[in-house]
Nanobody, 126 residues
Framework: QVQLVESGGGLVQPGGSLRLSCTAS????????IGWFRQAPGKEREGVSC????????YYADSVKGRFTISRDNAKNTVYLEMNSLKPEDTAVYYC???????????????????WGQGTQVTVSS
């Protein structure tokens, strides 16, 4: 059974850090482009970052560029999202998802993604 599980969310003060993990079971994550998305209450889901399967190139939304880092450990079948200098506006449920490998840069268009995890809550508050 194909399954994605996010973990690592929690409550953190502004300026703090968290590392989210996205672990796959039932399939090999290395064969897919992986995206991280988030959805805050009352807001639409937005793309945060993605990493390609071919050359591990990455892409970030402007809102997180310079603060978040996406990476993958294929041996652990896991993709990470390192989040630093967190702000209250980063508060959201964070999801990872799989996309078919692309010959060009990975995309943050959520409708292109197929399998999704259940999400992990990130709350940034003092």
């Amino acid at each position: 059974q194909v399954q994605l599980v996010e973990s690592g969310g929690g409550l953190v003060q502004p300026g703090g850090s968290l590392r989210l993990s996205c672990t796959a079971s039932g399939f090999t994550l290395a064969y897919y482009d992986i995206g991280w998305f988030r959805q805050a209450p009352g807001k639409e889901r937005e793309g945060v970052s993605c990493i390609s399967s071919s050359d591990e190139s990455t892409y970030y939304a402007d809102s997180v560029k310079g603060r978040f880092t996406i990476s993958r450990d294929n041996a652990k079948n896991t993709v990470y999202l390192e989040m630093n200098s967190l702000k209250p506006e980063d508060t959201a449920v964070y999801y990872c998802a799989t996309d078919r490998p692309r010959s060009i840069q990975c995309t943050l268009l959520d409708y292109e993604y197929d399998d999704w995890g259940q999400g992990t809550q990130v709350t940034v508050s003092s």
